[in-house]
């Protein structure tokens, strides 16, 4: 570049600046404007219920009510299936996940789910300039077929699918093997202590839950047998890699450090974070810090324990003058479930408690409190607090972020992602008209109508004791007049229900529903 094409470069960036401060905005907040930092914290099993800017009374969320006073809090928000590894397809996607098998609820040693060629969230973001890292739970495999190789070189990972950066755990907490995947390394693997994982039969000599229930600090109710590791027994076998094995009551800490220092890290670039966090799932275990904090045993404790670390990526933006300029979601990737397979006092603690809020069923559910969780959004340089019943899903965020940074998706990409971006601002008080929610069966969302569709399986996942919603006719709910989808219209209104059915079948069909 030669001296006057500097001088030109100069006056020009000057002249914008001065047009810029004569419309009242400084250049830093006009390019924020379209390229805010983005996070996304997607908490593990947390219930609309269990929130209290949701009406929770038994523990308290302050720093996520501040979010939800300082953004918007949506009622009518989804996370897009009502198990995890579904529900993170979507959101990391936006591809609902019936359309792709193999997205169950995966094993720790599963092999990647997501095509290393399809358009992702961070992959979108990243052609927008951004830096992206994911910091928590993953959930949707690791590996080519045959799965991970823990001992050397992880491909592909979550760097393969647009993040600069990953620090995560496999799968749940409650799965083998028990250790953290920086990039494509175990963190902390000594060479000599090789990790071996089987999900089929017991691999080296480490005792069983089965077998050695006088070693368990937290017993199983149900499944959750297998090889005991930090005095709990998990779900799958392993042996090895003792210097890597994660502590439980640490991992909050841990993902909040990571993701803190994330953020702290990036200048002058927009960042865009994925900070899943693994409370409140199972197996639950606080920071003795939080021990006590709820009367509600340790479900509630890690609740205020999530609620910690959301506040300490609040305080990081604070201190780093980056929370007018930083749009964060909250939510949750399914909801929530009181008995998940350890005997760790949820159920006898419960109290007067509802974790589902007003909704019916929970984690597994096909009815609304599968998908329905908390969903705020808080960006205080262009959105005004408030409340709002737009429907929208986490599948939405690619399409809508996709808007925000002014870029076109292909066709082929994110195939159920729409762009919600004026309802996600409070621009507009309607979202979707209609959505797809996903747990044993379908269901469709028209407005305040929901058709679930035939389900074959039980009615009661009794373990969990939760409702799932099956039904082998189909249900049809009025969600305004009957919020606990308590009366089945289907008799009544049977065009609607086979409209809607009709429907189902059509958006299953077609491949997309964009
Ligand atoms: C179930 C586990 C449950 C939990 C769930 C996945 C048993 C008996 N239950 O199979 O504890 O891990 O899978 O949860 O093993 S999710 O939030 O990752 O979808
Ligand atoms: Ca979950």
Known sequence: ??????????????????????????????????????????????????????????????????????????????????????????????????????????????????????????????????????????????????????????????????????????????????????????????????????????????????????????????GHDMTIVNGISRIGYMTGGRAALWKDEDMADVFTREAVSFIEKQRGRPFFLYFATHDPHVPRVPHPRFVGKTKMGPRGDVLVEMDWSVGEIMRALDRLDLTRETLVVFSSDNGPVVDDGYRDDAVEKLGAHRPAGPWRGGKYSNFEAGTRVPFIVRWPARIRPGVSDALVSQVDLLASFAALTGQQLPQAAAPDSVDLLPALLGKSATGRAELVEQAGALSLREGQWKYIEPGKGPKMSVPTNTELGNDPAGQLYRLDRDPGETLNLVAGEAARATRMQSRLEQIRRQGRSR
């Open 1 to 222: 570049m030669t001296r006057k094409q500097l001088v030109v470069g100069g006056l020009i960036c000057l002249l914008g600046a001065m047009i810029a401060v004569s419309h009242g905005t400084d250049p830093r907040a006009m390019q924020s404007e379209k390229r805010p930092n983005i996070i996304v914290i997607l908490a593990d099993d947390a219930g609309y219920g269990d929130i209290s800017s949701y009406g929770a009374k038994a523990l308290t969320t302050p720093n996520i009510d501040r979010l939800a006073r300082e953004g918007l809090r949506f009622r009518d928000g989804h996370a897009a299936a009502a198990t995890c590894t579904p529900s993170r397809y979507a959101l990391l996607t936006g591809e609902y996940a019936f359309r792709k098998s193999g997205t169950g609820v995966l094993p720790g040693d599963a092999a990647m789910v997501v095509d290393t060629n399809r358009l992702t969230l961070p992959a979108m973001l990243r052609q927008a300039g951004y830096v992206t890292g994911v910091v928590g739970k993953w959930h949707l495999g690791l590996g080519g077929a045959g799965g991970p190789d823990w001992n050397g070189r992880i491909e592909p990972s979550p760097n393969d699918l647009g993040f600069d950066h990953s620090f995560i755990m496999a799968a749940t907490g409650d799965r083998v093997p028990t250790v953290y995947v920086e990039n494509r390394r175990v963190v902390g693997l000594d060479p000599a202590d090789p990790i071996r994982v089987d999900y089929r039969a017991p691999i080296g000599d480490w005792p069983t839950g089965m077998a050695r229930p006088d070693l368990l600090r937290m017993h199983p109710s149900h």
